[in-house]
């Protein structure tokens, strides 16, 4: 273990939210380690963090007393939950969709990245598509996207194409996220734990390039 944020908290996982994704696949992120901390730091100043945490899945036991894992401490799986104080409240970002730890980090990036593009266009002024995390509940978490294909499948039932479909028409994939976002924004009636699985079915297309 190696190669831990300095600018955050690492800490244990107290509890995971909901059940564990049962087949994780190895990501195809190209980006370098130091990258993804870079985005996630710019992700973080534009949500005024503060407190920022990452919690792993190493025994309390196995924490330094600088409060970083030790250098051969083991991980029950790869999963994390980064989790800060912010101007819309308390978030709390879980992920073990991938491999390496480092890649569900990488993956909360971009998420945090589609969150914010929602404030670029114009359709919240106060940061209301992040409502859904607010003071994450251990349950209330949804699952991710064990592949491509459970994200396409998806967003594809949103503007009636299958799987197959969605790969063939090259716009396919952005106009069932486009279609999925309005329909499912709690500003517009929709839910909250529907709309944080858009958020993460695109997250998953993106790490794999149909984005």
């Not at 969709?97 to 990036?109: G, K, L, P, S």
């Not at 670029?120 to 859904?132: A, F």
């Not at 309005?182 to 993460?200: E, I, M, Y």
Request: charged share 25%; with cysteine; aromatic share 8%.
């Amino acid at each position: 273990m190696s190669d831990w944020p300095s600018n955050l908290t690492v800490a244990p996982i107290r509890e995971w939210p909901g059940a564990l994704t049962p087949r994780r696949t190895p990501s195809n992120f190209s980006a370098s380690w130091s990258a993804t901390l870079a985005e996630l730091s710019r992700e973080m100043r534009h949500l005024n963090a503060r407190n920022g945490e990452l919690l792993v899945a190493v025994r309390p036991d196995d924490f330094r007393r600088d409060g970083k894992p030790r250098a051969n401490a083991k991980q029950e799986h790869p999963g994390v939950i980064l989790s800060f104080d912010s101007s819309v409240g308390h978030l709390s970002y879980p992920c073990d969709t991938f491999t390496r730890w480092q890649d569900n980090v990488r993956a909360i990036t971009l998420a945090l990245e589609a969150l914010r593009k929602v404030d670029r266009y114009g359709v919240t002024k106060r940061g209301e598509q992040y409502r859904g995390f607010l003071a994450l509940e251990a349950t209330a978490a949804p699952e991710g996207f064990a592949t491509a294909d459970e994200a396409l499948a998806f967003l594809g039932a949103f503007i009636g194409l299958g799987v197959a479909e969605m790969k063939v028409i090259l716009s396919a994939p952005a106009r069932a996220l486009r279609r999925a976002q309005r329909d499912t924004h709690p500003d517009f009636g929709g839910d909250a734990a529907t709309f944080q699985r858009v958020s993460l079915a695109e997250a998953k297309l993106r790490a794999e390039g149909l984005l």
